[in-house]
């Protein structure tokens, strides 16, 4: 319990919407202070980022189509983890098909929560070095609209404060990934 404070009680769980990559539910909750409410909650399983440095110190970004926001953006390589696999083996999958690269070196970065107001997804971050450019194209999905893109971490980090579309995920990877970029 945070700071020695009395969780809410779960009073009642309805699930909304139950799709691919997340479900939907809202919950009836009674606080400490004994009012109660409605909070929706997307549940999701979580996904693995890599921030893929190049023997020459360059970046390996994709810049990929999000429905979403009706638009490409910039963001590292990343995948949703798959029922029964480690996040490593998700970001070790998702490199290779999105970027044609394979890494031979890894270090965890760590961990942190997207939007922990209305969702349970967490981000697994981890520095990917030693790569080797496969001999095939990435094998993108069907329904993947991806190009490569390489950025040395002055060029990244002025594009961020330039106000470029990149998503949080990278931007705080990137942060945490600084002090291994020379």
């Known amino acids: 319990m945070p700071l020695g404070r009395e969780l809410p009680q779960l009073l009642k769980q309805r699930l909304l919407f139950k799709g691919r990559k997340f479900n939907f539910e809202v919950n009836r909750l009674r606080l400490p202070n ?69 890494a031979n070196k890894w270090e965890k970065l760590g961990e942190f929560f997207i939007a922990p107001g209305y969702s349970d997804e967490i981000i697994y971050a981890f520095l990917a070095q030693d790569l080797e450019k496969l001999d095939t194209p990435p094998a993108q999905e069907e329904d993947e609209d991806i190009e490569t893109v ?25 942060m945490l990934a600084r002090p291994y970029l020379v």
């Not at 023997?55 to 963001?75: D, H, M, N, T």
């Open 34 to 102: 004994n009012a109660e409410g409605e909070w929706e909650c997307i549940r999701h399983p979580g996904g693995a980022l890599a921030v893929p440095v190049t023997p020459e110190g360059k970046l390996i970004l994709v810049r990929q189509y999000r429905f979403a926001v009706q638009g490409r953006i910039l963001e590292f390589p990343a995948g949703t983890v798959e029922p029964g696999e480690e996040p490593q083996e998700t970001i070790r999958r998702e490199i290779e098909e999105e970027t044609g690269y394979r």
């Open 150 to 174: 390489f950025f040395t971490p002055e060029e990244l980090e002025e594009a961020i404060l330039d106000g470029q579309a990149i998503d949080a995920k990278s931007i705080s990877s990137f």
